[in-house]
């Protein structure tokens, strides 16, 4: 991670902080979104000249965070990282959010994306995408897959399974996608979607078998024998499963433009680029305006989705 920082891209020089640096992230320590900000964590503070303090406040399903940050002095002394299902699809779960993901919060850039894998236990007999949607078809309501909880990534890749292969299954959820992959492997269920950096170590090992990838094209790296969902038969399955950063709305222009030249140049770095690999994450930069276009994309996308799959607001 030293290495990260005094590589990094020279950058020109433009609003800086006079104090620590706040990073808020909705989820806990441990999972794919807090080892991202991490990694991202020294090169911020060698690029900005201050510490940079990561404040984790789980619950929600990343709502307390995104809200944090929300309401936030937008004095760029506190930034956030949320991620699709916050900003994207909570709207269509949580009546009452407590923020506006677009008009409370402020896009700097993409974070990273992480490949959903659809995978089945060893003891299953299912070789093929098309042996699942076999097997649901000829047993309604069924064949189950596993999720980390509702509206979880997991948990949407069902609800579009079912929405293009004209399936009947039945989600089976759990408290998170660690919970979620134990039981797969102990076949507690019949498939599920998962993170790659969740699911290779288990493929290698024998204990699990990867059916098809929710990307447009295949994970060369890691699965490049593994067709994507669109190969395997379903079409325009793609599911992206992102985390960006975030300001409070009302931050400045040019204290957005160098948070996004800091996190744009980090992302672009070699040795991030490979930390993040080894976490099953790919490293995406973006500008502020591909990452609300991104975001209106996906809102447009899952929220009549979920709808339609008959899923009530709490």
């Given at each position: 991670l030293a290495g990260i920082a005094l590589t990094r891209p020279a950058l020109s020089q433009g609003?800086?902080?006079?104090?620590?640096?706040?990073?808020v992230l909705g989820f806990p320590p441990g999972g794919a979104s807090d080892a991202a900000v991490r990694i991202l964590q020294p090169v911020l503070q060698q690029s900005l000249g201050q510490s940079v303090v990561i404040d984790n406040r789980p619950g929600a399903g990343g709502n307390l965070g995104a809200l944090e940050v929300a309401r936030a002095a937008p004095d760029g002394h506190t930034?956030?990282?949320?991620?699709?299902?916050?900003?994207?699809v909570n709207p269509?779960?949580?009546?009452?959010?407590?923020?506006?993901?677009?008009?409370?919060?402020?896009?700097?850039?993409?974070?990273?994306?992480?490949?959903?894998?659809l995978v089945c236990p060893a003891n299953r007999p299912f070789r093929s995408v098309a042996d699942i949607v076999a097997a649901a078809k000829a047993r309604p309501e069924t064949?189950?897959?596993?999720?980390?909880?509702?509206?979880?990534?997991?948990?949407?890749?069902?609800?579009?399974?079912d929405h293009i292969a004209g399936t009947r299954t039945v989600p089976v959820p759990y408290r998170g996608g660690g919970p979620q992959m134990l039981a797969l492997v102990a076949g507690e269920h019949d498939f599920g979607f998962s993170p790659m950096g969740t699911v290779l170590t288990h493929v290698q090992a024998g204990t699990i078998r990867a059916l098809g990838v929710a990307t447009k094209a295949r994970a060369l790296a890691d699965l490049p024998d593994v067709p994507t969902m669109i190969e395997a038969g379903l079409p325009d399955f793609e599911v992206l499963n992102w985390d960006g950063v975030i300001l409070p709305r009302a931050t400045p222009t040019p204290i957005r433009a160098r948070f996004g030249e800091v996190v744009r140049a980090a992302l672009a770095d070699a040795s991030?680029?490979?930390?993040?690999?080894?976490?099953?994450l790919d490293a995406w930069a973006t500008s502020p305006e591909a990452m609300a276009a991104q975001l209106a994309a996906d809102a447009a996308k899952w929220q009549p989705l979920i709808r339609a799959a008959g899923i009530e607001p709490s």
């Amino acid at each position: 991670l030293a290495g990260i920082a005094l590589t990094r891209p020279a950058l020109s020089q433009g609003w800086a902080p006079t104090r620590p640096i706040r990073l808020v992230l909705g989820f806990p320590p441990g999972g794919a979104s807090d080892a991202a900000v991490r990694i991202l964590q020294p090169v911020l503070q060698q690029s900005l000249g201050q510490s940079v303090v990561i404040d984790n406040r789980p619950g929600a399903g990343g709502n307390l965070g995104a809200l944090e940050v929300a309401r936030a002095a937008p004095d760029g002394h506190t930034i956030g990282s949320a991620n699709m299902g916050t900003l994207a699809v909570n709207p269509a779960l949580v009546r009452n959010m407590g923020f506006d993901p677009v008009a409370d919060l402020l896009p700097v850039s993409m974070l990273f994306n992480a490949v959903n894998v659809l995978v089945c236990p060893a003891n299953r007999p299912f070789r093929s995408v098309a042996d699942i949607v076999a097997a649901a078809k000829a047993r309604p309501e069924t064949v189950s897959y596993g999720t980390g909880g509702v509206g979880s990534p997991g948990h949407l890749c069902g609800i579009l399974f079912d929405h293009i292969a004209g399936t009947r299954t039945v989600p089976v959820p759990y408290r998170g996608g660690g919970p979620q992959m134990l039981a797969l492997v102990a076949g507690e269920h019949d498939f599920g979607f998962s993170p790659m950096g969740t699911v290779l170590t288990h493929v290698q090992a024998g204990t699990i078998r990867a059916l098809g990838v929710a990307t447009k094209a295949r994970a060369l790296a890691d699965l490049p024998d593994v067709p994507t969902m669109i190969e395997a038969g379903l079409p325009d399955f793609e599911v992206l499963n992102w985390d960006g950063v975030i300001l409070p709305r009302a931050t400045p222009t040019p204290i957005r433009a160098r948070f996004g030249e800091v996190v744009r140049a980090a992302l672009a770095d070699a040795s991030l680029i490979a930390a993040f690999r080894q976490r099953g994450l790919d490293a995406w930069a973006t500008s502020p305006e591909a990452m609300a276009a991104q975001l209106a994309a996906d809102a447009a996308k899952w929220q009549p989705l979920i709808r339609a799959a008959g899923i009530e607001p709490s």
